[in-house]
């Protein structure tokens, strides 16, 4: 039940919890660029809330393409009108009183953030604005976020006593640390860029109006590394192993299964040629 803004009275809510407009489809736009995708949500009526209608299922389908297409490598998920996205849609979810209907809608959206973690590939958040509830959910389970100086994050459901969702008890504290994430998720306390960089929310932060470019531009950095590798890290972060035996015994059966690869061929091959190594996830 994530929500869009705080207080629930303040004028960002009011539009982001707006009645639905009758253009509700084509609410994420994909962008292909070689190896990079790029999905804009566009629902600025919502402030590109992840309950306007058309976002999540518009996510949704572009995400299962660009798990699909073997040539993707990175995929950059970023909002339009310099809003990231104000959460979820307080309007939408007050009406639902079925238990049913409530298990789907949340779900759905923590779908998004598992696939994000469970993928081989390579997720990216370019964040201008606010980023609350469950959006702040997909910049903490990307693999790579950049904000820009007047980003803003929240965990904002606490506010209006809901609980978090968008699968954030599980990756912000592997960003942030959980001792952080707990008072984040407490207080629902707005935290600046400057902040969000120095906890590790974000990865860069950048002037205002550049966040798109320098993802893109780190997003073809990233997709130029070798995939096997970059799976095996996503991997440990995603998986739940329990106690240190456990993670080195982890950590031994995937590296000889990595030096055995063609990309590690490749990889020392070219380091040793003093060239650019071509990975092809071999």
């Not at 303040?10 to 982001?16: E, K, L, M, S």
């Not at 959006?135 to 209006?160: H, N, R």
């Not at 990756?171 to 998720?185: E, H, K, M, Q």
Request: some cysteine.
């Amino acid at each position: 039940m994530s929500v869009s803004d705080t207080p629930a009275d303040t004028p960002a809510d009011t539009a982001a919890n707006a009645a639905a407009p009758a253009d509700a489809e084509n609410r994420v736009h994909v962008e292909r660029d070689g190896p990079v995708a790029v999905a804009t949500l566009d629902a600025p009526a919502y402030r590109n809330s992840m309950g306007a209608p058309g976002i999540r299922d518009g996510l949704a389908a572009a995400i299962a393409a660009f798990e699909a297409d073997p040539d993707q490598r990175a995929f950059v998920l970023t909002g339009a009108g310099g809003v990231f996205s104000a959460g979820g849609n307080l309007r939408a979810l007050r009406e639902i009183r079925d238990e049913d209907a409530m298990r789907a809608r949340i779900r759905g959206a923590d779908g998004l953030v598992g696939t994000m973690l469970k993928s081989p590939k390579l997720y990216l958040a370019a964040v201008e604005g606010p980023a609350f509830g469950a959006a702040l959910g997909l910049v903490s389970g990307a693999d790579y976020a950049i904000a820009s100086e007047g980003a803003k994050f929240c965990a904002a459901q606490v506010k209006v006593g809901a609980s978090p969702d968008g699968g954030l008890f599980w990756t912000l504290p592997l960003r942030i640390g959980r001792a952080a994430a707990r008072r984040t998720l407490l207080t629902g306390e707005d935290i600046g860029a400057a902040r969000a960089h120095a906890l590790g929310l974000v990865d860069e932060v950048v002037p205002d109006g550049t966040a798109l470019e320098a993802t893109v531009k780190a997003a073809h950095r990233l997709a130029r590394g070798a995939p096997r590798a970059q799976a095996t890290v996503k991997r440990f972060f995603a998986d739940d192993l329990a106690g240190r035996d456990a993670v080195l015994e982890w950590e031994r059966e995937t590296a000889i299964a990595n030096f055995l690869t063609a990309d590690f061929q490749e990889g020392a091959s070219a380091f040793l040629e003093k060239r650019r190594p071509v990975f092809r996830g071999e």
